[in-house]
């Protein structure tokens, strides 16, 4: 009988762990053991719930990378034409389908062990790590059906010329994922490079590599050809650098750090290689005057605290109107204490943060911040476990009626930080809400449609939700401007960044 979410529940509450894990880099459809006279490192992998080892991951190098790359190239296109069985890159987009069909369902069966592995390396709660799960296999069933979409067009240029547009899969890509939603950041970009007909390389963060290992294993069961789908783990520093500059990759999709992201940058410029940039954001939730105070007040709170604040649309800034300022962040200061924090396997409302280093920058910025005078209305200190005294958390905490220069205000902190702005007017919140260098998400709280319509149409962000925070899903684009980076995600443009466009002109007679 298969084991059910209770079991490995239990599992892991018992043992600390989930077994059988992999630990090994994925290449050309197997597990890969390095080269134990070259790097004999370890990566450890925690629980950040607990601040303990659960795991450990064999840390690849220059060998590896080699070997990932040459299998996705031969997998991409084989060398050899007259090989009986077709290259993805070659192959139908039916054949991509139900391939990628099948890997939404073998997910969706295998949909338990994964969310726990999920709460474990990433310190999520259950709830938050199964609704990623969920948005996974939607993922790839959106991508699914979209392989078959990808239309070129018709061009006029007379009735002496047929002429045409082809989109072709871009080659070999490269995907470079963070820690903070390890396989939903992971499949929005491979779901639809595998749906396009390209071959993939993944480099996860080497705090959280084994969701993306278990995909790889999963996509493998499922049919995909061995190269197709390869994943490298290792430090950003060695095995991400020598990736991102490999002349062997055609397009890399990089989510992460603005610092991280520049670096990113120059190793692909060395090859020309184009590049999507998802670089986090400082997101503001704008509340307005005629809004629906219950639905803001929800939507304010999920926004910054849902995965504990590390999200790179997070609704780190509250920016609302004088007029109801301070009965409405009286009501929120009072839910925000009674938010419950502790290991994701029990549920609470807000998980662990993913890294030891992550808690200690959050609570820098907020001792930072008190060292200049400012007070917490809630919050601001590191906590342990209330249960164990173990684990790496930050209490929810809220800054009120900040400037709008304030490093709290300016500054990506990703964690469960609120930085209250207070606007005179509708006018002065739309003002404040533009007013940093990040331009990826806002939300906006108001009955008045023209006002909201406008706001959307005006900020410089890459989305904008009415009335509900995170409202989209797959279908929907998400990508940013200005220090957010560039390109975008999700939905059918997304198929767009694995897709080379070729004209076609024909003149006939």
Not at 176 to 196: E, F, H, K, M, S
Request: hydrophobic share 40%.
């Amino acid at each position: 009988m298969p084991a059910t979410l209770e079991d490995y529940v239990a599992e892991a509450r018992s043992t600390g762990r989930v077994a059988n894990l992999p630990t090994q880099s994925h290449i050309a459809g197997k597990s890969i053991p390095t080269n134990s006279d070259k790097h004999t490192d370890a990566i450890e992998i925690f629980d950040p719930g607990r601040g303990e080892v659960f795991a450990q991951v064999c840390s690849a190098g220059e060998e590896e990378v080699e070997q990932a790359v040459a299998a996705a190239r031969n997998a991409f296109r084989n060398s050899s034409r007259s090989s009986s069985r077709s290259s993805w890159g070659d192959s139908a987009p039916a054949e991509r389908a139900t391939i990628l069909f099948r890997a939404a369902n073998l997910l969706e069966q295998e949909a338990a062990r994964f969310a726990v592995v999920e709460c474990l390396d990433a310190g999520k709660t259950l709830a938050q790590a199964q609704g990623d799960i969920a948005s996974c296999i939607n993922t790839l069933r959106f991508y699914a059906g979209a392989t078959d979409k990808v239309f070129g067009n018709t061009v006029p240029l007379g009735k002496d010329y047929i002429a045409f547009t082809m989109l072709e899969p871009v080659g070999v890509s490269l995907h470079i994922t963070p820690w903070n939603y390890p396989l939903v950041t992971l499949l929005r970009g491979v779901a639809p490079a595998l749906a396009a007909g390209c071959c993939v390389i993944c480099k996860p963060a080497e705090q959280t590599p084994l969701s993306a290992l278990m995909l790889a294993d999963l996509l493998t069961r499922a049919g995909l050809p061995h190269g197709a789908c390869n994943v490298v783990v290792g430090t950003g520093e060695g095995a991400g650098a020598m990736l991102a500059r490999h002349a062997g990759i055609d397009h890399i999709t990089f989510t992460g750090s603005v610092e991280t992201g520049k670096l990113v940058l120059h190793a692909a410029a060395e090859s020309v290689t184009h590049t999507t940039m998802e670089l986090g954001g400082k997101s503001p939730v704008v509340v307005l005057a005629d809004c629906d105070q219950a639905a803001a007040l929800e939507g304010a709170l999920y926004a910054i605290f849902e995965n504990a604040g590390q999200i790179c649309s997070a609704g780190s800034r509250l920016v609302i109107e004088k007029s109801i300022h301070e009965p409405f962040l009286e009501r929120l200061v009072e839910r925000a204490k009674s938010l419950s924090f502790g290991h994701g396997l029990r549920n609470p409302h807000i998980g662990a943060i993913a890294t030891r280093e992550q808690r200690d920058k959050i609570e820098r910025y907020i001792k930072d911040a008190q060292n200049r005078g400012l007070v917490p209305c809630v919050g601001g200190n590191a906590a342990t476990d209330p249960e164990t005294r173990k684990g790496w958390f930050f209490e929810p905490t809220v800054l009120d009626k900040l400037d709008a220069r304030d490093p709290i205000v300016q500054e990506e902190i990703f964690g469960p930080v609120l930085a209250v702005q207070v606007a005179e007017d509708a006018q002065e919140a739309f003002a404040l809400a533009d007013d940093t260098r990040y331009g990826l998400y806002a939300g906006i709280y108001t009955q008045n449609i023209d006002r909201a319509l406008g706001l959307a149409r005006d900020l410089q962000v890459g989305q904008v939700t009415i009335n509900e925070y995170f409202a989209g899903g797959i279908a929907l684009p998400f990508g940013g401007n200005r220090l957010s980076g560039f390109g975008r995600e999700k939905g059918l443009e997304g198929l767009a960044n694995y897709c080379s466009v070729k004209s076609v002109a024909a003149k006939i007679s």
